[in-house]
């Protein structure tokens, strides 16, 4: 299962920098609300959203990411709504805000994939919804290729090895903890790719948002005349 070694550990790789600029992006079209938080890992942006006073539902493929979001939130003294859902399966309410924070979408497999993760979000999505998700940048992959680290964290060894599949836009972690590893596979497409996937989905981009490593889209639902 998706990073249920490193779920221990997340904490210490969580960006918060890009956290706060989700925060932000909320805050210019609602003040309250419910909100999905989709791949919520260990529950950064879900427990800011919380203590703000909106109405969040955490959710993620991993039980032990889930675990520990639970506990931060409760060290923090926030509620949220944690449920183990992936992203490719439907969602069953909706909500206001959407997030897929921390390149969540390169998790997929494929075109195929993202198309009905965005499509699921897409059918609960209201006229006023919004949805704000991430996804690398092509040329990021390139230049993680061969990186290697190793880290000290909690009196643990992690080695951090990435890299990139020839002649693909795909690149894989290799994080050994100790003596375990486990795999990670992440793959991106550009940015007029995700644009057009996005269409296929009605759902339309209103706002973009550039950074060193990663595009942010600000999309709602494209509303039929």
């Known amino acids: 299962m998706i990073y249920e070694r490193l779920a221990a550990y997340y904490d210490n790789f969580v960006d918060e920098t890009l956290v706060d600029i989700y925060v932000d992006e909320i805050l210019k079209h609602n003040k309250s609300g419910n909100v999905a938080?989709?791949?919520?890992g260990t529950g950064p942006l879900s427990i800011k959203?919380?203590?703000l006073g909106f109405d969040v539902t955490a959710?993620?493929?991993s039980e032990r990411m889930l675990e520990i979001a639970y506990n931060n939130s409760v060290n923090e003294e926030v509620h949220v709504n944690f449920s183990k859902h992936n992203i490719l399966d439907p969602l069953s309410n909706t909500y206001d805000i959407f997030t897929m924070v921390s390149d969540v979408i390169n998790y997929l497999a494929d075109k195929t994939q993202m198309t009905l993760a965005f499509k699921n979000v897409e059918e609960v999505m209201k006229e006023d919804s919004i949805f704000i998700f991430d996804f690398l940048k092509l040329d990021y992959m390139y230049k993680v290729d061969g990186y290697e680290e190793t880290m000290d964290i909690n009196g643990s060894t992690i080695n951090w090895k990435v890299n990139k599949h020839i002649g693909t836009s795909q690149i894989?972690?290799?994080v050994t903890i100790n003596d375990?590893?486990?795999i990670h596979t992440q793959i991106t497409y550009s940015e007029e790719e995700y644009k057009k996937i996005l269409s296929i989905?009605?759902?339309e981009i209103f706002n973009t948002i550039y950074l060193?490593?990663?595009i942010i889209f600000v999309c709602k639902k494209r509303i039929m005349s």
């Open 212 to 214: 060193e490593e990663r």
């Open 180 to 182: 375990q590893t486990e």
């Open 59 to 61: 959710t993620d493929i």
């Open 201 to 203: 989905c009605k759902i």
């Open 49 to 51: 959203l919380a203590k």
């Open 172 to 174: 894989s972690h290799k």
């Open 37 to 40: 938080d989709l791949g919520c």
